[in-house]
């Protein structure tokens, strides 16, 4: 028997009431994607934050690592039951995994009506339709070489900071990586379509903007006529009303002498970069296909911190790539604690499809990975704590994002260097620049009082 509102559920929605949940699964990127295809949805369909309360539930899916598939399997699988009291429900799984597994998704799990690679997303609208008319399931999944994001813009942002994606795909196959294969090759997206959408954002009351991209430091290199990524920066930064500029990711090997100076050029730009190293040993980095060696991103840093001082470096680790020994472990580590990074992320190596490191020999045993994963965490979390001990007594400043998540009495944002800062204050002081006092240094941030607004 159905209640009252299970009734209400089962009759098709008429165009003003179509309502859609959207998980995110992933790096920025993802969420960036998934801003795009609510705004393409708009006006028919309202955002709601329950599955059970929506007519298309969209999963927008990671395959970077092994984990984060095996999870969008086992969320769209507990989706079954709902469309099974829903017909009408549409279900889409959208983004690498979708990309990658293709066809076999809807084979395995005939309960889902879309699969969008990372390109098709922008054709949600078209699969929604035929869906509707009964010619479903809808499988795309084709990789074009043509920039697909399309340049129509109605940004709806109400938070004050941003993600822009500024280029799609890679070139560089990293021989544990799956993106390549997943989200086609590195183009640049038009600079003029980059600007009208900033400044767009930044007519909503956005404040800071992250450019985003695989590899940022190639942008425009393989189309004539587009300006570096330099230079790119220094256009976004006359845009007025923006306060705040960042970028990621950065590969190493691109890291360019004229991107360095950005940093002490362009006022707006943070000091912080990510710069993901992901071993500390030559013989693992030639084999993950990186195209530097440890010396290389060791200077590399030492330049950027002679420029910038006060630069914030974070970073990516892999732990147990196949053939990683006890001493190719131990260059990582030893690289943690001669750079002393603010923040690390760190993996455990998994296999991915398409991805050369899949047929590598010697792959390390799943408790030695585990062992390394925790020695890197707790190596980096006393390193993380000296560095933000180091900030106690001074003032910094903090674009204010909202309340505290775990505090609601607490006010919380950012420092330039991406530092997480949490402080008691009065008013509402959301998208406000202030000053903070920091009087204690915690695992992943650091607490104070306000002093003062700047903006
Ligand atoms: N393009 C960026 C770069 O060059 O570093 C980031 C790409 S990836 C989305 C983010 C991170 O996931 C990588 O930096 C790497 O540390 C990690 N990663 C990628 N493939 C992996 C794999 N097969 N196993 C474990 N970690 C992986
Ligand atoms: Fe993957 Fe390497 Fe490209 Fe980053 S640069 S997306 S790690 S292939």
Known sequence: ???????????????????????????????????RMLESLRPEYTPVSAPEDADLIILNTCSVRE??????????????????RRPDLIIAVCGCVAQQEGQRLVERMPHIDIVLGPQGIYRLREALAKVRAGEGPVVDTDIRDDFCLPSALSPEVKAVKAFVTIMQGCNNYCSYCVVPYVRGPEISRRPGEILAEIRALVSQGVREVTLLGQNVNSYGKRQPGFPTFAQLLERVAQ???????????????DLSPELMRAFVEIPILCEHLHLPVQ????????????GYRREDYLKKVERLRELVPEIALTTDIIVGFPGEREEDFQATLDLLKEVEFDEIFSFKYSDRPFARARSFPDKVPEEVKEERLATVHNLQLEISRRRYRRLVGQEVEVLVEGRGKSDPRQWTGRTRQNTVVNFYGGQDLTGKLVKVLVEEACQHSVRGRLVGTLH
Not at 67 to 84: F, P, T
Not at 279 to 290: C, Y
Request: with cysteine; hydrophobic share 35%.
């Open 67 to 84: 984990k984060a598939e095996v999870k969008v399997y086992s969320l769209a699988g507990r989706l079954k039951h709902l469309k099974r």
């Open 1 to 35: 028997m159905f209640t009252d509102l299970e009734m209400k559920r089962q009759e098709a929605p008429s165009v003003a009431q179509r309502r859609v949940f959207i998980r995110t699964f992933g790096c920025q990127m993802n969420e960036y994607d998934s801003r």
């Open 279 to 290: 071993s500390g040993s030559d013989r693992i980095l030639a084999a993950m296909n990186r």
């Open 239 to 253: 845009i007025d009303g923006l306060w705040r500029l960042r970028f990621t990711t950065s590969h190493p090997k």
